[in-house]
């Protein structure tokens, strides 16, 4: 039984609102990963409204529930889109999206991802930057991506300066090549102060190389993690300040209550759900029907 099942028979299986029922609410939005204090205060919380608004019904506290849940999402801002953020460009001043998150959550499938969803959806021409280089096949995956949707990549070679890649796809981009860069860089470095120093650094070079230009980061995390990705996302959010996260693998897991902690403890709202490998599978995160999705509503 995956979560939305869980969620799905705990307030069928209820018939009244007793104390047990807020208790073991609470334990199930921890199975769902929204963090211990954030589920208890939830659970009490709406026990005091149930009180106060006189719902008696399971049925109208998991509408209750979905709201407070909702609200919570609010803390951040809710959804940033990048999409409506993005002024019209200027070749003189190209915007940049830098994708950011440990190994393996799905930074160069997401690149690949958002270079379709601007070019096909909002006649963009983006550039995809393999800053990635510490692993050969890092470039290959994004080189091979490149073929896929005809785009623009640039590479050098493994082992160069990360920075060094993206100062060059600015440059293609002033240059007429393009007008979006999406950079794709590593999640894995010798150690996790190294990993840090090169993505500040890239940080640094782009602040500086495109002024002006909108510059959007992104942190990916993977919702099959579950606690680990706010782990994660804290030290990021230390490093370079990310505006939004995407969360991948939200098909595998159909849970993702992580996203409530990163909202509320890091104030770091989600941009985008990604539910699956291919490049369509990616929608903008609403976070009512996240909510909604997350107490067993549809
Ligand atoms: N099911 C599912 N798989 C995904 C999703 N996003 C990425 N993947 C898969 O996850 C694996 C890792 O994805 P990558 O894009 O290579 O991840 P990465 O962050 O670039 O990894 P490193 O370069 O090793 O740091 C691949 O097999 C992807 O196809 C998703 O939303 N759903
Ligand atoms: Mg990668």
Same mark, same amino acid.
């Given at each position: 039984m995956n979560f939305v099942e869980k969620i799905k028979s705990f307030f069928a299986g209820k018939p009244v609102l007793s104390d047990e029922f807020f208790d073991e609410l609470a334990d199930l939005l921890i199975e769902g990963d929204l963090g211990p204090a954030e589920a208890f205060k939830i659970g009490e919380t709406l026990r005091d409204c149930c009180k106060k608004e006189k719902i008696t019904v399971p049925e109208d506290a998991r509408l209750r529930l979905a709201v407070l849940l909702e609200e919570m999402l609010h803390i951040a801002g809710g959804s940033r889109d990048v999409l409506m953020q993005l002024p019209d460009q200027s070749v003189d001043a190209p915007a940049v999206i830098l994708l950011l998150g440990v190994? =393996?959550?799905g930074k160069t499938t997401t690149a690949a991802k958002l270079a379709a969803l601007y070019r096909d959806s909002f006649g963009r021409k983006p550039i995809l930057a *393999? *800053?990635? $280089?510490? %692993? *050969?096949a890092a470039i290959d995956q994004l080189k091979l991506h490149g073929e896929k949707l005809d785009l623009r990549v640039v590479a050098h070679k493994q082992g160069g300066d990360p920075a060094a890649v993206v100062y060059d796809a600015i440059e293609s981009a002033r240059a007429g090549k393009g007008d979006l860069i999406i950079v794709d860089t590593a =999640? %894995?470095?010798? $150690?996790k102060t190294a990993l840090v120093e090169e993505l500040r650094k890239i940080d640094r070079v782009v602040e500086a190389k495109a002024q002006g230009a909108k510059y959007v980061k992104y942190l990916v995390l993977d919702a099959t993690t579950g606690r680990n990705a706010l782990v994660q996302a804290e030290v990021f959010c230390e490093a370079v300040s990310p505006e939004a996260a995407i969360v991948t693998k939200y098909d595998s897991t159909a849970k993702a209550g992580v996203i409530f902690s990163l909202a509320s403890v890091l104030r770091l709202p989600t941009g985008y759900l990604c539910t699956g490998e291919k490049y369509g599978d990616m929608k903008k995160f609403d976070p009512h029907e996240f909510a909604r999705e997350f107490a067993g509503i549809n």
């Open positions: 190994n =393996g959550v *393999a *800053a990635d $280089t510490f %692993r *050969a =999640g %894995r470095m010798h $150690t």
